[in-house]
């Protein structure tokens, strides 16, 4: 249906909506690195999706109005959501586009919009208008029943505004009674200049629901200007009091405390150690060589001549300290553009950013991996590039993998279609990889040569019995507890955001300072640890430093435990898996990164240590 009214502006909407091929290239805007990567995903995705003007949120009178219906799904299991249209529910009677192009980040998280087919234009006040009605089949009883019983709930967009709604309700006193849906959506629109700021939708009129009963769906809509700014209109879905508690700014301050306790104890040993060179470089000529090398090595000192030899299983080692660095990197910057761009304010820009920001900075693994593993003397390095290129994108394709074919069976929307993965695969091949190797090289040839400040000896040292409290194991478990207790909260604050509606993450500044003092935390818990595993003359530090920071995570998985069992109520196999699927691959990420910060952190501290220490 064409409409020709000689309004430009209106033409070009309704062309952007009519164009079978869009899609939205909304990411955090000033990333022109992110860009020439999303334009090499549009030349990948070819055919697929092509490029399309960015919706721009203006609007004349009598502009149409788009009501996107998105999901629908059980309201404690926010992850499990189906296609509006799987329940039985009607269009309305205005033909036209029929389904929304998604970006790669809404397609990952499940976005499914599909046109309402209502009638809505700008600032015309539509009073209560019947657009379609069911004639109840058997089927379709039970399904709406069964949606009702499980407090269904469906998402729907206004110009990008979520909408929430539930499908029906129950008699208060008797669960088991009757259900009853609501049939009748009242809309009120707020507008502001030519922009939407505002809207808020009631459900009204129940209606019992009968075999063999027509249920009839209306609508209404009520434009009203509002002073809320287009800039704000997202406030309204924030929620301060809850993300500004006092417990989450006293979090904060605690964690800090604790960073200044812990970097007072790490100068504390670094001075101790290095008083003690001190105290004897100006003894140098009163006492005599023996007395040197006999009177006053102990501890750390002994083992000078090992504590430079490589790690066992360098690859695997060089590949995680690679990751890590990438994935800190990521980290890093998706929390700077979110506290620059409001990223929120837009669907899945987030995940999108995310995985370009991830496939921009590959070289950083490369770099990182790379230059680390020819210090350690690796010969394979091209199995190490490709190893390190694969790892993180192999453990999360594997477990969307995973869940994905759970969402299949289940027919939910998170069901990742064939062209989507085969996007991801493109990225991984054709960006990500080409950029390890070239991060690879060069790290190779500006870091890759062994600078240890001490010979390692030919022979390995027999590494002495000590206490059972001194042994890497208890170490490593111990090192995870501090960093853990620092970022507990900001976990459980990130988790129901995740987890719960109603709860969007604004709070990224928040966010940044916990990464910083987790870093920190990390860094100084793994280097006291150290500094007692190096006393007790093992010299295995390179593996116990990691793993002390990266069983931070395994405390992080434990406490999602905690967090299913008592903070939410989710339940049925999809959400389960979803979440413990989920949840596993975060921790793992979290670890991998924190165990880069421990391993990084001691590193600087052990060559500071051994570059006093004399050999002769
Ligand atoms: C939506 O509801 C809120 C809270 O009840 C109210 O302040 C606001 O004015 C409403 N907006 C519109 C457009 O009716």
Avoid at 108 to 122: H, K, P, T, Y
Avoid at 336 to 344: A, E, H, R, V, W
Avoid at 347 to 361: D, E, H, Q, W
Avoid at 420 to 428: E, G
Wanted: hydrophobic share 40%; aromatic share 16%.
């Amino acid at each position: 249906m064409e409409q020709n009214n000689g309004d430009d502006d209106l033409n070009n909407r309704t062309k952007h909506h009519r164009r079978p091929i869009t899609m939205r290239t909304k990411f955090a805007g000033s990333l022109s690195l992110a860009n020439i990567i999303l334009i090499a995903t549009i030349i990948l995705y070819h055919c697929e999706i092509g490029a399309s003007d960015e919706h721009d949120h203006l609007y004349s009178s009598n502009d149409e109005v788009v009501l996107w219906m998105n999901t629908v799904g059980p309201f404690h299991n926010r992850q499990e959501t189906y296609s509006y249209y799987t329940l039985p529910f009607c269009k309305g009677p205005k033909k036209g586009i029929s389904h929304h192009h998604e970006t790669l980040g809404e397609r990952l998280q499940g976005v499914e919009l599909e046109f309402s087919q209502l009638d809505i234009q700008f600032k015309v006040n539509v009073d209560k208008t019947k657009f379609c009605e069911v004639k109840l089949t058997k089927f379709d009883v039970q399904s709406f029943e069964y949606a009702i019983r499980n407090y269904y709930y469906y998402q729907m967009y206004i110009d990008d505004l979520p909408i929430t709604g539930s499908v029906g309700d129950l008699e208060e006193t008797d669960k088991n009674g009757p259900v009853y849906i609501y049939t009748h959506k009242k809309f009120d629109i707020g507008f502001n200049g030519n922009r939407i700021v505002d809207v808020n939708m009631t459900s009204q009129q129940k209606v019992k629901l009968e075999l063999g009963s027509t249920l009839e769906f209306s609508y209404e809509v009520n434009w009203r200007p509002s002073n809320v700014k287009f800039e704000d209109r997202f406030d309204k879905y924030l929620d301060p009091n809850f993300f500004q508690h006092r417990i989450h700014w006293f979090s904060i301050f605690n964690s800090f405390m604790m960073v200044i306790f812990l970097v007072g104890l790490v100068t504390m040993i670094l001075m101790r150690t290095l008083r003690k060179d001190y105290a004897r470089y100006n003894r140098d000529e009163e006492m005599d060589d023996m007395d040197r090398d006999l009177g006053d090595e102990y501890g750390w000192k002994q083992v000078h001549g090992d504590v430079f030899r490589p790690p066992a299983y360098p690859m695997l080692f060089t590949i995680m300290i690679g990751t890590g660095w990438h994935i800190a990197t990521v980290t890093f910057l998706v929390i700077c553009f979110q506290i620059m761009g409001d990223l929120y304010t837009s669907r899945g820009s987030m995940l999108s950013t995310s995985i370009f920001a991830y496939a921009a900075t590959a070289p950083v693994n490369g770099y990182f991996g790379g230059s680390l593993y020819a210090r350690f003397g690796g010969r394979r390095w091209i199995k190490q590039m490709f190893l390190s290129a694969f790892a993180l994108p192999t453990m999360v394709c594997g477990t969307a993998f995973f869940i994905n074919f759970i969402s299949i069976y289940y027919h939910a929307s998170r069901a990742i279609e064939f062209t989507t993965m085969l996007a991801v695969v493109s990225i991984i091949l054709f960006i990500i990889l080409p950029l390890t190797l070239v991060g690879t090289v060069l790290g190779r040839n500006i870091s890759g040569h062994p600078d240890n400040p001490c010979r390692v000896n030919a022979v390995p040292r027999p590494i002495p019995e000590k206490k059972w409290f001194m042994e890497p194991s208890i170490i490593v478990m111990m090192g995870g507890i501090l960093p853990f207790g620092s970022i507990f909260i900001e976990m459980y604050f990130i988790f129901t955001s995740f987890w719960a509606y109603h709860k969007i993450y604004y709070v990224y500044g928040f966010m940044m300072l916990v990464f910083l003092i987790l870093t920190a935390v990390t860094a100084c818990v793994t280097i006291v640890c150290t500094y007692f595993l190096l006393n007790a003359e093992d010299y295995r530090w390179q593996w116990t430093s990691f793993m002390a920071g990266a069983s931070t995570a395994g405390y992080v998985y434990l406490y999602s435990f905690y967090y299913f069992f008592f903070k939410t109520k989710m339940y049925g196999l999809f959400q389960t898996v979803f979440y413990f699927g989920n949840m596993a691959l975060f921790s793992a990420v979290l670890g991998i990164m924190c165990g880069t910060f421990g391993y990084v952190g001691t590193r600087a501290f052990v060559r500071k240590i051994y570059s006093t220490v004399k050999i002769d």
